[in-house]
Protein backbone atom coordinates (compact mmCIF):
# COMPACT_ATOMS: atom_id res chain seq x y z
CA UNK A 1 0.00 0.00 0.00
CA UNK A 2 1.08 3.39 -0.83
CA UNK A 3 1.19 6.01 1.95
CA UNK A 4 0.50 9.64 0.88
CA UNK A 5 2.19 12.95 1.81
CA UNK A 6 0.86 16.53 1.80
CA UNK A 7 4.09 17.80 0.37
CA UNK A 8 2.72 21.27 0.30
CA UNK A 9 -0.31 23.45 0.45
CA UNK A 10 -0.22 27.21 -1.03
CA UNK A 11 -3.15 29.79 -1.03
CA UNK A 12 -3.05 30.96 -5.11
CA UNK A 13 -5.92 33.08 -4.60
CA UNK A 14 -8.44 34.49 -2.45
CA UNK A 15 -11.30 36.26 -2.09
CA UNK A 16 -12.33 38.78 1.19
CA UNK A 17 -15.55 40.42 1.76
CA UNK A 18 -16.23 43.07 4.03
CA UNK A 19 -16.82 40.54 6.97
CA UNK A 20 -14.38 37.82 8.25
CA UNK A 21 -17.26 35.52 7.54
CA UNK A 22 -17.61 36.18 4.05
CA UNK A 23 -14.45 34.44 2.04
CA UNK A 24 -13.55 32.52 -0.94
CA UNK A 25 -9.86 30.77 -0.97
CA UNK A 26 -8.31 28.64 -3.78
CA UNK A 27 -5.47 26.74 -2.32
CA UNK A 28 -3.23 24.46 -4.13
CA UNK A 29 -1.63 21.03 -2.45
CA UNK A 30 1.49 18.57 -3.53
CA UNK A 31 0.82 15.09 -2.69
CA UNK A 32 3.07 13.11 -3.19
CA UNK A 33 4.17 9.24 -2.13
CA UNK A 34 5.65 9.46 1.48
CA UNK A 35 9.27 9.29 1.54
CA UNK A 36 9.49 10.15 -2.34
CA UNK A 37 10.40 13.27 -4.20
CA UNK A 38 8.27 11.89 -7.18
CA UNK A 39 5.60 11.97 -8.49
CA UNK A 40 3.91 14.63 -7.08
CA UNK A 41 0.31 15.55 -8.20
CA UNK A 42 -0.86 19.08 -7.90
CA UNK A 43 -5.03 19.44 -6.66
CA UNK A 44 -7.20 22.75 -5.96
CA UNK A 45 -9.35 22.93 -3.36
CA UNK A 46 -11.34 25.94 -2.94
CA UNK A 47 -12.29 26.93 0.80
CA UNK A 48 -15.68 29.22 1.45
CA UNK A 49 -17.62 30.35 4.14
CA UNK A 50 -21.34 29.81 4.21
CA UNK A 51 -22.02 32.91 4.22
CA UNK A 52 -19.79 33.28 0.82
CA UNK A 53 -21.69 30.06 -0.30
CA UNK A 54 -24.81 31.64 0.26
CA UNK A 55 -24.21 34.52 -1.88
CA UNK A 56 -22.79 32.71 -4.33
CA UNK A 57 -26.58 30.52 -4.95
CA UNK A 58 -27.76 33.51 -5.51
CA UNK A 59 -26.06 34.45 -8.49
CA UNK A 60 -26.51 30.83 -9.70
CA UNK A 61 -28.73 27.83 -9.02
CA UNK A 62 -26.13 25.10 -7.51
CA UNK A 63 -23.11 24.85 -6.95
CA UNK A 64 -21.14 21.60 -6.73
CA UNK A 65 -18.73 19.94 -3.97
CA UNK A 66 -15.79 18.22 -4.88
CA UNK A 67 -12.85 19.98 -3.81
CA UNK A 68 -15.03 22.49 -1.90
CA UNK A 69 -14.30 22.69 1.69
CA UNK A 70 -16.77 24.69 4.11
CA UNK A 71 -15.81 26.33 7.25
CA UNK A 72 -17.28 29.20 9.24
CA UNK A 73 -13.59 31.00 9.89
CA UNK A 74 -10.72 30.66 7.74
CA UNK A 75 -7.90 28.96 9.37
CA UNK A 76 -5.30 27.16 6.74
CA UNK A 77 -4.22 24.86 9.91
CA UNK A 78 -7.36 23.61 10.22
CA UNK A 79 -8.04 22.84 6.04
CA UNK A 80 -4.32 21.16 6.22
CA UNK A 81 -5.28 18.72 9.32
CA UNK A 82 -8.70 17.63 7.70
CA UNK A 83 -6.88 17.28 3.85
CA UNK A 84 -3.68 15.14 6.14
CA UNK A 85 -6.69 12.84 7.52
CA UNK A 86 -8.43 12.28 4.17
CA UNK A 87 -5.60 11.55 2.54
CA UNK A 88 -5.41 8.43 4.95
CA UNK A 89 -8.21 7.15 3.64
CA UNK A 90 -6.65 7.14 -0.02
CA UNK A 91 -3.92 4.73 0.68
CA UNK A 92 -4.00 2.24 -2.69
CA UNK A 93 -1.37 -0.46 -3.79
CA UNK A 94 -0.86 1.92 -7.42
CA UNK A 95 -0.28 5.75 -7.66
CA UNK A 96 -2.97 5.76 -10.32
CA UNK A 97 -5.46 4.25 -6.99
CA UNK A 98 -4.35 6.79 -5.09
CA UNK A 99 -4.79 9.56 -7.54
CA UNK A 100 -8.75 8.84 -8.34
CA UNK A 101 -9.09 8.22 -4.52
CA UNK A 102 -7.55 11.88 -3.91
CA UNK A 103 -9.75 12.69 -6.65
CA UNK A 104 -13.22 12.50 -4.62
CA UNK A 105 -11.95 15.30 -2.90
CA UNK A 106 -10.03 18.02 -4.86
CA UNK A 107 -9.70 18.42 -8.37
CA UNK A 108 -6.51 17.66 -9.74
CA UNK A 109 -4.51 20.02 -11.43
CA UNK A 110 -1.91 18.63 -13.68
CA UNK A 111 1.21 15.95 -13.04
CA UNK A 112 4.54 16.59 -12.47
Given at each position: ????H??D??IIDD?????????Y??L?AD??I????????????Y???PY????M??????ET?R?L??M?D??I????????????H??RP??E???L??????IA???T
Open positions: MLTLLYLTEWGENHNDFVKEIGRGHKSPIEVFSIVTSRLSSLKDQEIGGFINFNKAVEDRFKKLLLCSSWECLAVNRYAVCE
